[in-house]
């Protein structure tokens, strides 16, 4: 049995789906946005007799930690908010856990790196520079250091369709700008790895099926800047490239430090896990109705 903290999210609800289609047992759990499907739960996960309680019920044999506040802004204007999800609330799982002895997989990020290096393997030190990266990487320390079997997975900017509770992402924020006639603002500062969630979610369950713990980088394979993301976006989907305007990050003036991280797959491929680059993520996306 897998129980997935935060499957109404856009990275646990794909997973969630993703498993059953493989064939595990997923119970998933959902906080605001009530999920009206088969297998999902009411769990607040900064309540801590709730938490233990549920997973003293399910007993699961995996529990994926895929809740999270990833607004990297709201995490340095509401430090309490972003360390009681991203912390404290992977502490109240653990507590559960430890009576059953659960593999813990924590979803984390790129965040947790400075950006000083040209990439960033899996055995790289870290040093976040954001709020956000700091509860991630402490959240990652909790779980390597609660004595359970564990996974860290840290992926870059998921990508894909997504459900109407979902928080969008880069490629639909172009397109949903551009049809509206609109001309879209893209900063050029930016540099990330953008991750097709389906490819995530493959590669996710390729480690859970061949029980791996440790750290994992999984991310798509294209690092470059946002601009030049939206304008493949453009080629992908039939818009005017001379719609899509270059801004610089400084001149948003956001409570946030953002650095350029480029995490490297490269571990992943011993188990025959190949990722997408961003045009065939978007050819993916084409393939299928959101």
Not at 76 to 105: F, H, P, Q, T, W
Not at 175 to 186: D, I, S, V
Request: proline residues 2%; aromatic residues 12%.
């Amino acid at each position: 049995m897998i129980l997935i903290i935060g499957g109404s999210g856009f990275l646990g609800y794909y997973l969630h789906h993703g498993l059953i289609a493989s064939g595990e047992k997923i119970i998933s759990t959902y906080y605001k946005n009530r999920i009206e499907e088969e297998n999902f739960c009411y769990l607040n996960i900064t309540n801590t007799k709730s938490t233990i309680k549920l997973i003293q019920k399910i007993q699961p044999d995996i529990i994926i930690y895929a809740s999270g506040i990833t607004d990297v802004d709201l995490c340095e204007k509401n430090k309490k908010l972003a360390r009681a999800i991203n912390v404290d609330g992977i502490k109240n799982v653990i507590d559960g856990a430890k009576n059953y002895g659960s593999k813990i997989i924590y979803i984390s990020t790129s965040a947790v790196f400075d950006g000083s290096k040209r990439f960033y393997l899996e055995t790289d030190k870290t040093n976040p520079i954001s709020y956000y990266g700091k509860t991630k990487l402490d959240g990652e320390k909790v779980v390597i250091n609660s004595g359970l079997p564990n996974m860290i997975i840290r992926t870059d900017q998921p990508y894909g369709w997504k459900k109407n509770w979902h928080h969008t992402n880069s490629v639909l924020r172009t397109m949903t700008t551009l049809e509206q006639g609109k001309n879209f603002e893209e900063i050029s500062d930016w540099y990330n790895t953008p991750t097709y969630v389906e490819d995530f979610v493959k590669a996710t369950i390729r480690l859970i099926d061949k029980e791996q713990t440790g750290f994992f980088h999984v991310v798509g394979t294209d690092y470059d800047n946002r601009f030049n993301f939206s304008k493949k976006v453009c080629d992908a989907f039939g818009f005017k490239q001379d719609k899509i305007q270059k801004i610089n990050s400084k001149d948003l003036k956001l409570p946030a430090k953002r650095v350029n991280v480029k995490l490297v797959s490269k571990k992943i491929a011993s188990f025959n896990i190949t990722m997408l680059s961003f045009s065939k993520g978007l050819e993916k996306m084409k393939m299928v109705v959101s």
